[in-house]
């Protein structure tokens, strides 16, 4: 990946499309060849086979560099050699991942990726993706452990000011910031919703 990662940023997953894409240029230049090689002569038919051998080589150069990259913080979508092409999208600002794979695409493993976000895309579908699964899975599980964190890092915080608002805490401060604490153990362990602990959360601190 040739885009920049930022400070605390870790590549989950490299995707590129499924290898299937190779095959259309690559069986056109072998028959390219085998027609030049039977009616012209020996030299001059591997000169053009070589020189034929470029678009084939092109293509893979566009399959490599093609790829979407997910991060614990963003999902990049990558390609171009020559020419660059970059987009990426927040965790927090996609909304829904699915894939959908045909009973061929199960059999050698692609299948299409479709990316809904909040912003003004809306929806981008990714066809002939290799390991669709992974990649959709690989973005789910990036989006819990990301608002996981987001809400521990809410809760330090907040456990952070009560505790410097006085240089010794009054005994009601610290029942709030055990509270705190307790609620987001609760949270974490699935017993209240998000809702709900930023609700009682609220009512903590009112």
């Known amino acids: ?27 056109a230049w072998l028959i390219i060849s085998i027609l030049i090689v039977w ?8 000169l ?9 080589l092109y293509e893979y150069i566009n399959w490599k560099y093609n790829l979407w990259a997910v991060t614990n913080l963003r999902v990049v979508d ?12 927040p965790l927090d600002k996609i909304n829904n ?4 794979q045909s009973f061929l695409g199960r059999l050698l493993g692609y299948g299409n990726v479709d990316i809904q976000t909040a912003a003004e895309m809306g929806e981008t579908t990714y066809h002939l993706i290799h390991h669709p699964k992974l990649l959709k899975d690989t973005i789910t599980h990036a989006q819990e452990e990301y608002k996981k964190n987001n809400i521990a ?24 910031a055990d509270e705190l604490n307790k609620l987001f153990e609760l949270l974490q362990k699935g017993a209240i919703t998000q809702e709900e602990y930023v609700a009682q959360k609220n009512k903590l601190l009112s």
Request: without cysteine; aromatic residues 10%; positive net charge.
């Open 1 to 27: 990946m040739r885009t920049a990662l930022k400070k605390d940023e870790k590549i989950l997953v490299v995707i590129r499309q499924h290898w299937l894409q190779l095959v259309l240029p690559i069986f």
């Open 48 to 56: 053009i086979a070589l020189v034929a051998f470029l678009f084939p």
């Open 97 to 100: 991942v699915e894939y959908d």
């Open 39 to 46: 009616f012209l002569p020996t030299g001059t038919a591997l």
């Open 153 to 176: 890092s809410q809760a330090n915080l907040l456990a952070e000011a009560i505790a410097k608002s006085n240089v010794i805490q009054q005994p009601s401060q610290q029942m709030i």
């Open 78 to 89: 990558e390609s171009g050699f020559f020419s660059r092409y970059s987009k990426e999208s």
